[in-house]
Each structure stands twice: as C-alpha cells, then as structure tokens.
C-alpha cells in the first residue's frame, strides 16, 4: 500500500513549455486534490474531484488543467509554463462520506520555471 | 469563500516548553478545523482535528481548542521535543469537499 504517489520529484522548465504532474493513489479513494505551496502562503487548493469523470476549480486554477479518467489517477497539466508557476505541488486523497475524513498527502514534485 | 489566518509564522522554544499556534477563519459555517503538521521533504500528515460541536480534544502532548464565537481556534503542544520541529497548518472546512488551509507555522525546537 503506498498511499499517494506523485512523480517527478524535481523538475525544471522553460517559461512556455508544457508538462503533466502525475498523481496516484491506491486507496481508492474518490476525492483527489492539488494544491500548491508556495514559501509564506501556505497550501492553495487548485483543482479537485469528487470522483471519475468529475472535476472542479479550487482557488487557483489559472493556468492549469485537471483530467480523473480513473479511481486511481489524477495529473495536473501546465500548457504554457510560467514563472509565477514555480512552486511545491502536493497532491492529496481522502475517503468518501463526510468532509471530515483526513486528507493523505504525496510528498510533492518541485517545480521550477526559468 | 472561506479565509485562514495563521499566527505566528515562526515560533522557536526550548525543550519541554509548550508551543501555542493560533488560527481565525472567515466563514461562520465552517465546523472542522483540522491541523496537519508538515516535515521537511514530505507532504503534510493530519496529526489531530475537531469539529464545531466540540470546545477542545486533546492527544497525549497535543490538543486543540476551538471559540465559535470568536472563531478562532489554537494548537497546544505541551513538553515540546526536538521532533517536534516542524512547519505545522490549521485548515477549515464548511462540509463542503474543499479544506482551506492557514499560511503554516514552523516550529523549532531548540535542545
């Protein structure tokens, strides 16, 4: 069982490239969340889903696209990488049924924009 | 939409001191408060929560107490210990699928 995985772990790009963070979890969870964490601001959720098929902008989704095909799997998509994109991305799952149930967290993929 | 502010940003103690962490949030419908503490390199992990209908919880060194009213809510570490040094976030939510988290706090723990 290893939770919420998320690859790469480092990643440098060129301000207009494109890249795909990939996000798994073997829970089987539905919820699947991506945040963002950058230094002093703490942790902005951009785009979650509820379950396969669904998903829906957090507080920061410009800039950024989302897909759940399946349960398991949940990347996040940069079109035109830019600087203010740089940051710690982190992705998160929980169990359905009430909001209260703990979020798990991957150990995030470092993202620089140059 | 639901806002969380975190004080202080930096906190530094010395061993087996207490270390207090205090958070206020905007949206009077928010009712869990969760805290999650966060080790370099890792993602953060859920190290106690409560909910709205509850004044306070404790966790051997840990507790949490939450004022409705004021909606303010705080973390209390008690007799701190060097793994304790960490960056530490209280978080809201109203029932909805979305948490919103405070700007984080990192705790030293000085031997």
């Known amino acids: 069982n290893a939770g919420v995985t998320q690859t790469p772990k480092f990643r440098i790009l060129k301000i207009g490239q494109s890249m795909t963070l990939q996000c798994a979890q073997d829970m089987n969870h539905n919820y699947m969340y991506w945040y963002r964490q950058d230094p002093g601001m703490g942790l902005k959720l951009i785009y979650y889903?509820?379950?396969?098929?669904?998903?829906d902008k957090g507080e920061v989704p410009n800039g950024y696209n989302v897909s759940r095909s399946t349960t398991e799997d949940f990347p996040l998509r940069l079109e035109l990488a830019a600087p203010s994109q740089t940051s710690v991305y982190f992705c998160?799952?929980?169990?359905?049924?009430?909001?209260?149930?703990?979020?798990?967290f991957g150990n995030g993929t470092r993202l620089t924009v140059t | 939409g639901e806002n969380v502010e975190q004080h202080p940003s930096t906190l530094s103690v010395q061993e087996g001191d207490s270390a207090v962490i205090k958070c206020t949030y905007s949206?009077?419908?928010?009712?869990?408060f969760p805290w999650y503490k966060q080790e370099l390199g890792k993602g953060p992990q859920l190290i106690i929560d409560i909910r709205s209908n509850v004044g306070e919880k404790k966790d051997q060194r840990i507790a949490v107490t939450l004022n409705k009213t004021a909606k303010h809510f705080s973390l209390h570490i008690t007799e701190t210990q060097p793994e304790d040094s960490a960056v530490y976030f209280c978080?809201?939510?109203?029932?909805?699928?979305?948490?919103?988290f405070g700007t984080g706090t990192r705790l030293q723990v000085f031997p």
């Open positions: 949206d009077s419908a928010s009712n869990y």
């Open positions: 978080a809201a939510s109203a029932d909805t699928d979305k948490l919103i």
């Open positions: 998160a799952s929980r169990a359905p049924g009430h909001s209260s149930t703990p979020l798990h």
């Open positions: 889903s509820v379950g396969a098929g669904i998903t």
